[in-house]
């Protein structure tokens, strides 16, 4: 992990974004890790009484995993963590109501679905919100603010985030481009260079078809950006700026793609609202004289009676 995303993690120690930080990161840690994350998220009152062998002990794992583990979440060590339960434990008593398990069944009544659909969702934005580092937000948003050019490259539903921020950016006057074809994507991105921007979408950090590219645009100067779920994976590599998304259990019935797809749109959305901010002057007549254009395709006139 580079240390730009280690600091993701470090930004701020309420219960809330321990929770978030166990629940990005638990799915891509060895699975001894995975018992003591999931022992602190379950208990945290518990865990906060608990010296590092004690907690060992009590997951079956070992003193040097219980280290390794608080680590992973962000801490420079255990003392850390317990002083982050405590405050997390603390909070839980103050009467935050009990979360409602997102499992969908094949037998669930739709209405279910819906409630578990929804809880989910909002789970997931407050988990992006919480674990999302806002120097790095800011320092994206100034580089997109003054790009000559901005490229987006994402594959699947990750390409679908990607067009959604370009259509945002070519409504206040940017120009940006969105790249779903790998081939044309890795042409494209040996164009780029200092002063351009090129922007990665990966949920798991390591898919090669956007990864290539952005290595493209890295080696030739374009400042290079990764929206990921993964802030270890291969794409930071080549990323000089890391924004964290949630990282949701996937599930039969519920695909990552879903639950990464509203991470990725809150960040966009957050980008565009900030470029939107810093060029307000030419944003605001750049959308209006869009929104005009397109009127009358939302308001026809009703058809001449014959």
């Known amino acids: 992990m580079t240390q730009n995303a280690k600091e993701t993690f470090r930004q701020c120690d309420t219960g809330p974004a321990l929770a978030a930080r166990v629940r990005t990161l638990s799915p891509t840690m060895p699975r001894s890790m995975q ?13 906060a009484q608990l010296t590092v062998t004690a907690l060992a002990q009590r997951t079956g794992t070992s003193e040097a995993t219980v280290v390794r583990t ?11 963590l317990r002083l982050a339960l405590a ?11 009990a979360s409602v398990t997102a499992d969908i069944a094949v037998d669930d009544p739709l209405a279910d679905v819906v409630a578990k659909l929804a809880h989910d969702e909002r789970q997931t934005l407050a ?25 987006v490259y994402g594959i699947g539903a990750s390409a679908l985030v990607g067009q959604d921020l370009v259509q945002k950016l070519l409504r206040i006057g940017l120009i940006a481009h969105a790249h779903s074809d790998p081939h044309l994507a890795v042409t494209n ?12 979408i990966t949920h798991s950090g390591n898919t090669v078809d956007v990864i290539e590219p952005l290595r493209a645009a890295f080696d030739r100067g374009a400042t290079t950006v990764a ?21 949701r259990r996937e599930s039969e019935l519920r695909p990552a793609a879903m639950s990464s797809r509203t991470s990725q749109l809150l960040v966009v959305d957050c980008l565009f609202v900030g470029v939107a901010q810093r060029t307000y002057e030419r944003a605001a007549p750049a959308l209006s004289a869009s929104y005009e254009a397109l009127a009358h395709r939302h308001s026809p006139e009703a058809p001449t009676a014959r």
Do not use: H, K, N
């Open 35 to 47: 018992r003591v994350a999931e022992a602190v998220a379950a208990d945290p009152a518990a865990c």
């Open 227 to 247: 929206i990921t779920g993964r802030p270890d994976g291969a794409v930071a590599r080549y990323a000089d700026l890391v924004l964290t998304t949630a990282v």
């Open 189 to 200: 991105a040996v164009q780029l260079r200092q002063g351009d921007v090129a922007l990665a």
């Open 70 to 80: 608080a680590r992973v979440l962000g801490y420079p060590g255990y003392r850390d």
């Open 127 to 151: 988990d992006t919100a919480a674990g999302l580092d806002v120097s790095q937000l800011e320092a994206v948003v100034g580089a997109l603010t003054a790009a000559r050019r901005i490229d």
């Open 87 to 97: 405050a997390f434990a603390a909070q839980q008593q103050s009467g935050a109501p």
